[in-house]
């Protein structure tokens, strides 16, 4: 369950492509929704975060907080 460790504006990769091919994912907002934006096409989807973690499969990318 360590890889499934998610913020704001990580890349993630979902179970199922994207229709558009990509599977890609950018998080965008996070509450009691999450909502993701495909990285191929740029279309946005807001899941509910319980179905969001059923359908993640791995984190791709971390976002780095800027550190100063």
Same mark, same amino acid.
Request: net charge positive.
């Given at each position: $369950?360590?890889?499934?460790?998610?913020?704001? @504006?990580? %890349?993630?990769?979902?179970?199922?492509?994207?229709?558009?091919?990509? @599977?890609?994912?950018? %998080?965008?907002? $996070? !509450?009691?929704?999450?909502? %993701?934006?495909?990285? !191929?096409?740029?279309?946005?989807? $807001?899941?509910?975060?319980?179905?969001?973690?059923?359908? /993640?499969?791995?984190? /791709?990318?971390?976002?780095?907080?800027?550190?100063?």
């Amino acid at each position: $369950m360590a890889d499934k460790d998610f913020g704001l @504006n990580d %890349i993630v990769e979902m179970k199922k492509p994207h229709p558009c091919g990509a @599977n890609s994912w950018k %998080i965008i907002r $996070m !509450g009691m929704d999450i909502r %993701i934006k495909c990285e !191929g096409c740029s279309h946005s989807v $807001m899941i509910p975060r319980r179905e969001f973690e059923r359908k /993640l499969k791995k984190v /791709l990318v971390k976002h780095e907080e800027p550190t100063s």
